[in-house]
């Protein structure tokens, strides 16, 4: 269960601070503030999370359709650069994290309130930069939440996509060959009553359920990832530069759930364990990070230049092992949608709906707003359904704009009254970070765009 995050307005009255809410505090306080306030001390959270508890909860935030997708990473890239890239990006996308999640805890220790969300953070740091970005802060916070409405959006049609493709996969061999289109609407039908909860605590059961079905799924396909291996001489150890863009898109797919991880540390009964060598968020990385590396050099292995945009596309089509592969984590991952798409609720309407007093019809809007974000989904699966370039396309935007630029923004603004350290290797180092997410996001999102819009072309030809 992941309850939501106090906004800072609520923050503020749970513990009030010397300065105005929307007001920066001087460089004197600021500086006072980092030794006499201390968040982590004040927040309060209803059902804490243990370590253990949020360790579990950052596997299933990231456990999915990207793990199942490294394969033709590693096709793209070859099994040796494949394995020394996904450590790097791995190492470098780990680290702006924890650089984030810094740079969020010194707004509550410069706002003095014990939590702030993503755009408020956003929000306050630029506040706290030069005089020509303090005005921009509140347009700076509508665009993270948009950044993550976005990210989340095409997520959830990535998940539309694969699943869909999934049970075509056995509805071809018992009921023949359909278009994919009818699954996705099928899906649709079947997702509408689950995405209509609106309690977060409803939806544990469906994460248990979407959690068992997933790891039985990994566990039944190692049988076909093991069987008729051919040499490792005949697979590729490195592929040319260009071919690594694809790479970088896919690999980084499997940590851009941003939004979520920020969830976690904020509901745990110990947050000052989340960071840190051995911190909870490292030790799931590394979780992650093996069994990235395992899926995608067994697979990419196990069916070369083959490989599809989903290991599971791979496996026999008539076989009744390969066919409950498929259901298990299809359904699995078709269960997670609620989940992701509530990320997208959360945001439109606690971040900035508070703000309106005395909203009326607030229940029939958001119901509203749920049935137009699955429907929009839908229509993005329909149109849309190169599975590869839509997980390009996520994992590109969301690590260069959540990942890259946003704690590389905020890191440069909250330091700028309190200096950059010798030689300023802060600002060098976050300026760095502002260049690699300005050219993986442009070059990323271009490559994947381009083939979306041929796929679109092609998928109206054929209408």
């Known amino acids: 269960m992941e309850p ?102 010194e707004c509550c220790r410069r706002r003095q309130v ?53 049970y075509k996969e056995i509805g071809d061999y018992h009921f023949g060959k359909t278009y994919e289109a009818y699954y996705v609407m099928c899906l649709c039908l079947v997702l509408l009553p689950l995405f209509l909860i609106r309690q977060l605590k409803y939806l544990v059961p469906l994460n248990i359920l979407s959690n068992i079905l997933l790891y039985v799924g990994f566990i039944l396909i190692m049988y076909y990832l093991f069987s008729d291996l051919p040499s490792i001489n005949d697979r590729v150890l490195a592929q040319p530069p260009l071919e690594w863009i694809e790479f970088f898109g896919i690999a980084a797919f499997s940590l851009t759930a941003v939004g979520s991880m920020l969830v976690v540390e904020a509901n745990m009964a110990h947050p000052q ?14 979780f992650i990070l093996f069994s990235n590396l395992f899926f995608g050099i067994m697979g990419y292995w196990r069916f070369g230049e083959s490989v599809e945009a989903s290991v599971t596309l791979n496996i026999p089509q008539s076989e009744i092992l390969s066919q409950v592969i498929k259901f298990c984590i299809a359904t699995g991952i078709l269960l997670s949608y609620p989940l992701h ?11 900035y709906s508070q703000t309106e007093e005395k909203k009326k019809h607030r229940i029939l809007i958001e119901y509203l707003v749920r049935i137009i974000f699955l429907l929009l989904t839908g229509v993005v699966a329909i149109v849309m359904p190169n599975l590869a370039a839509l997980t390009e396309l996520e994992g590109a935007f969301s690590l260069s704009n959540l990942n890259l630029l946003c704690p590389a923004l905020m890191d440069i603004f909250l330091c700028y009254g309190k200096g950059y350290g010798r030689l300023k290797w802060r600002l060098i180092r976050d300026l760095v970070l502002i260049l690699i997410g300005l050219i993986f996001g442009v070059v990323g999102c271009a490559m994947a765009i381009r083939q979306l819009i041929h796929d679109i072309r092609m998928t109206l030809s054929q209408m």
């Open 114 to 166: 014990p939590q702030v969300s993503m755009p408020e953070a956003v929000k306050i740091s630029y506040e706290e930069g030069p005089r020509c970005v303090q005005c921009l802060g509140s347009a700076a916070g509508i665009m993270t939440s948009c950044v993550l409405v976005i990210g989340q959006f095409l997520l959830c049609s990535v998940y539309l996509v694969f699943v869909s493709k999934n």
């Open 273 to 286: 364990n989340y960071l840190g060598l051995f911190g909870v968020l490292n030790l799931a990385v590394f």
């Open 341 to 351: 798409g509530f990320v997208v609720i959360t945001v439109i309407f606690c971040d």
């Open 4 to 105: 939501k995050q106090p906004d800072q307005g609520q923050a503020q009255k749970q513990d009030p601070g010397p300065a105005a809410p929307n007001e920066p505090l001087s460089i004197a306080q600021s500086m006072a503030s980092f030794y006499k306030y201390d968040p982590y001390a004040k927040r309060t959270v209803e059902k804490p999370l243990t370590n253990c508890d949020a360790f579990i909860s950052l596997l299933k935030c990231v456990i999915g359709t990207g793990i199942l997708a490294m394969p033709l990473a590693f096709r793209c890239s070859g099994i040796v650069v494949g394995i020394v890239m996904s450590a790097l990006l791995m190492v470098l996308l780990t680290y702006c994290i924890h650089l984030l999640i810094s740079s969020m805890t």
